[in-house]
Structure formats: C-alpha cells, structure tokens
C-alpha cells in the first residue's frame, strides 16, 4: 500500500518504526481477519440507482464500518489495509492476557454490532449482508520499500493466512479460531469466556 501521511491512512505503528529509521521488521500479534459477505452484490444494487444509491452506499459504509474500526483501535489494535469487502486487524502482543483479552473483546463487539446493525436496515439487499470474522495468533513481518516518493508498505505472515482461512471456514453466526491461537488461550491464567450464545467457542468467554 502506498505510503500516505498526508491523510494519515498510515498506521502509527508503521509511522513510528519510519521516524525511527526501521524499514522491516517482525512482531508477535493476534490477527483479527473481517469478510463482508454479499458486499458486491449489495454495493452494485446501489451504484444501479444513481447519485441518490450513491449517497446511500457511502452512507452505509460509514454506518457498518465507522463502529467496527472505532473498537479495533479502542482496544489497542490497528486496521494495515483495507481489501474491497475485508480488512485485516492486528493487536501487537504487548501484555499477552491483556491483549488477547483485547483482540477477544473487538471480535464479539463486532459480530455484535454488526448483527444489530443488520436487525435494522430495511433495505432489501443491506439485508443479506453477512459477516465472517477469523481469529489468528503468529508472527507478522513489516516492511518499507521503494524510495522517496514511490514507497510502499506491507504487512504479512502466516498468522495473516491463518486468520483469514479460518474465516473462510466460518459462516454469518461463529466466530472461528485459528488453532495457534486456540493453543495460546488455553495456555492462559483463568477462563477468557466468550459470552454470545452463537458462538463457537464453547468454554472460552470475555471477562465483563
């Protein structure tokens, strides 16, 4: 992704390593992976109708984006880029039961939020949207390349990949976690509780 600091679509990680002179590097995170499904469709439907669709589709993306991207980044994680339907969250993994806790809590908030949000649209193709969300645990790596002008960055690894399949797995009810970061949970002090009766996870739950 191109390197932008004019409308800061650069994550602060990202800046921070820049302004300190680092150009790659590596980090242990969780990985929180957001599929938007029937997007295309819902997003073509609106384009079909105009200027008026037009302003409908920005107004919808505000509304179902605004909130999701609102609590990755209230809860210490940040958003490297957005792909069409889909983004990618990481929350570096600072204090592991703190962010773990962290990552879990932004997972259920947004399968939450967007469950309400589609209870309450009317409008017929908003309606079959539906939400697939990933859980991953892993290293990431970093990277700045290109010079002065023409610089890009990137943020990849398998905890990514991960995260993603695990996605693709799950359907618009659960929630589905990548075996590395099933096997850090259970490595955990105490139960993380995951409280959402559509969920998955049967013995894992958010603390209140």
């Known amino acids: 992704m191109p390197l932008d600091f004019k409308y800061h679509s650069v994550p602060d990680f990202l800046l921070e390593k820049y302004d300190a002179s680092e150009r790659s590097g590596s980090f242990d995170t969780g990985v929180v992976y957001i599929d938007l499904t029937g997007y295309t469709k819902f997003t073509m439907s609106l384009i079909e109708?105009?200027?008026?669709?037009?302003?409908?589709?920005?107004?919808?993306?505000?509304?179902?984006f605004g909130p999701l991207v609102k609590v990755v980044y209230g809860q210490g994680g940040f958003i490297p880029h957005f792909s069409g339907d889909a983004f990618t969250a990481l929350y570096p993994?600072?204090?592991?039961?703190?962010?773990y806790r962290q990552m879990l809590f932004s997972a259920q908030f947004i399968h939450n939020e967007f469950d309400l949000i589609s209870r309450q649209i009317k409008d017929e193709y908003l309606m079959n949207l539906g939400i697939k969300i990933g859980l991953a645990h892993g290293k990431v790596s970093w990277g700045v390349?290109?010079?002065?002008l023409n610089e890009y960055y990137y943020f990849k690894g398998g905890a990514i990949d991960e995260a993603i399949r695990a996605a693709e797995d799950?359907?618009?009810?659960?929630?589905?976690?990548?075996?590395?970061?099933?096997?850090?949970?259970?490595?955990?002090?105490?139960?993380?509780?995951?409280?959402?009766?559509?969920?998955?996870w049967d013995k894992l739950e958010l603390p209140t």
Not at 49 to 64: P, T, Y
Not at 93 to 99: A, D, E, L, T
């Open 49 to 64: 109708r105009g200027a008026d669709g037009i302003e409908q589709l920005s107004e919808a993306i505000n509304n179902i």
């Open 170 to 200: 799950s359907d618009n009810v659960y929630i589905s976690i990548g075996s590395s970061l099933e096997e850090r949970l259970s490595d955990l002090p105490g139960d993380i509780i995951i409280k959402n009766p559509y969920s998955s």
């Open 93 to 99: 993994i600072i204090n592991s039961n703190q962010s």
């Open 145 to 148: 390349v290109g010079k002065e």
